[in-house]
Every structure is written in structure tokens, then in C-alpha cells.
């Protein structure tokens, strides 16, 4: 399979198995913000599903160093990769890969992924289950710095999402561990909130997103950041929206979608344009 994709020109997208159906279980973020940018150049590509115990196997057989560690030094492997085989190029990280595809296919698609506009959001505070990608010295400073936000704002609160992951029932006991490794807990039920617990910690959430929807309130002819036009920073959110949507219960779902005058809800369908999975 992987040969003949090579042979046809389309870039392979390296993505985390989930239960299937996994194109409607799918909801890693990192991986949703590349197939995002995938669609926006509308760039031949086609998704290899990657078991989660099986990552850093994958990172090091296409000789991709991990990009992140834990704070005790030791790697943390994740996905995405793309593997183009026009160029023979191998990006293994969320960001550099839509620095990439902007490179690489400057006015396919819907255009430009990094449109020039001030993306000035702080998010401090909270607990954060995996380290974050490092945004200095990186293309496109004010995008990349607004990922970092963004990741931190909704990795605060993702104990939220977390007990709902949709595990592929082949690794799931694999994955399970490997999440409660990262949190530092012995039990699944550990990383469950409920009650009040959980109702603090929404309330801690929903004040996040409104820092962040500052940003999309300056522009009010659409539901994108630029208005009408859509660029990499949507897709950042709307990659993490994607997780919420799969994870979340179905009614706090519909809470997040009607925050701040339904603004994530727009957002989301806007996006649903680029949101094929392959």
C-alpha cells in the first residue's frame, strides 16, 4: 500500500488509531490540524493509522526524532508525520508540517495557511497532561506562539476528554497505561471527574475560551478569525474542537458549541469544508 501511494505522488499522513469506524472516531489534535491544512491546499494525500503503541516504533523507522519531552527529559513520541514522496521530504511535527505544505504548495487550495494578522492571546496556568511543542525561533512567530496558547489553554482541561477517548478495543489496554504514565496515576477512575470537581473545572474551561474568543469578536463578517477567510489558526482550534466534539458527553458538547454566543459551534461546521478524512 505504502508503495503504491509513494508511486502516485501522495503524501502519506501518519494519524493515531482510534475504535473504528476511525473516520468518525478520530480526534487527536495534532493530527486534525494537519489533515485540516491537507484539505485547505487540497494536496493529494491518503492516512496511514498508526496503533498508539506503535508510535514510536513509527517515528524511528522513518528516522523522525521526537519533537517534545516530558519534563523528566525522557521523549515523548507522537504523531503527526507526513511523508511526501515528490521531495522526499519527512516532517514530524503539527506545526512544521503546515510551514511545509505552505512552502511547498504556496497558492494551492484555499491560499495562504499563514495570512499576516495579530494573534495576541496569553493563556497561563493549569495542568498539563503531555509538554507542549516549543514556539520560539519557529516560521511564522505569531502563528506558532498562538498554537502554543491554544494547545496549553484546552491541554489545561483535557482531564475533561481524556476518560472518553475512543480506544481501539486491540491497544486500548496499552493506551490506557500509557495515558495514566503521563498523568502520574495509578487507576483509570483516577483521571474521571465528576460533580463538582467537574463542574469547577468547566467553569475553568469556558473562562479560557473566552480569553480566546476575544480574537474571533474582532471580526465580526464571519466565523473564522480573518472574517470570511480562513487560516492555520482556525484550524488550531477547530483540531482541538474536533477532540471535544468525539469525547466530550453529548450534552457538553452542545454546552462548549453555544460558549460565547455559539461562536465554537460556527467555527466547527465552518470548518466541516476542510474536515475529510481520507
Request: charged share 25%; net charge negative; with cysteine.
Amino acid at each position: 500500500m505504502l508503495t503504491t501511494l509513494a508511486a502516485s505522488g501522495a503524501i502519506i499522513f501518519y494519524d493515531i488509531a482510534m475504535r473504528p469506524p476511525r473516520e468518525q472516531t478520530c480526534c487527536s489534535p495534532n493530527p486534525w490540524k494537519t489533515r485540516f491544512a491537507l484539505n485547505f491546499k487540497r494536496v493529494p494525500y491518503s492516512t496511514t493509522w498508526v496503533p498508539l503503541p506503535d508510535v514510536p516504533k513509527i517515528r524511528r523507522s522513518l528516522s523522525v526524532p521526537a519533537c517534545r519531552k516530558f519534563a523528566d527529559g525522557t521523549d515523548f513520541y507522537t504523531l503527526p508525520i507526513i511523508e511526501d514522496p515528490t521531495t522526499g521530504a519527512v516532517v514530524g511535527d503539527s506545526f512544521d508540517i503546515a510551514v511545509y505544505l505552505q512552502k511547498t504548495f504556496p497558492d494551492s487550495g484555499a491560499g495562504n495557511l499563514f495570512p499576516p494578522q495579530t494573534l495576541e492571546h496569553e493563556f497561563k496556568g493549569g495542568w498539563l497532561l503531555v509538554p507542549l511543542s516549543e514556539y520560539r525561533d519557529k516560521e511564522y512567530p505569531e502563528y506558532a506562539k498562538f498554537n502554543a496558547m491554544v494547545d496549553a489553554a484546552f491541554t489545561a482541561h483535557v482531564q475533561l476528554a481524556a476518560p472518553n477517548l475512543p480506544f481501539d478495543p486491540e491497544t486500548e489496554e496499552a493506551s490506557r497505561a500509557e495515558f495514566m504514565r503521563r498523568a502520574g496515576v495509578q487507576r483509570w477512575e483516577d483521571l474521571i471527574l465528576v460533580g463538582e470537581a467537574r463542574e469547577t473545572i468547566k467553569k475553568s474551561f469556558r473562562e479560557a475560551l473566552g480569553g480566546l474568543a476575544k480574537l474571533f469578536l474582532r471580526e465580526t463578517s464571519g466565523p473564522f478569525l480573518l472574517g470570511t477567510k480562513a487560516s492555520y489558526a482556525d484550524l488550531i482550534v477547530g483540531a482541538w474542537l474536533q477532540m471535544m466534539r468525539v469525547t466530550l458527553p453529548e450534552s457538553e458538547w452542545e454546552e462548549l458549541r453555544g460558549w460565547e454566543g455559539g461562536l465554537f459551534g460556527r467555527l466547527h461546521d465552518a470548518l466541516d469544508v476542510y474536515a475529510e478524512v481520507k
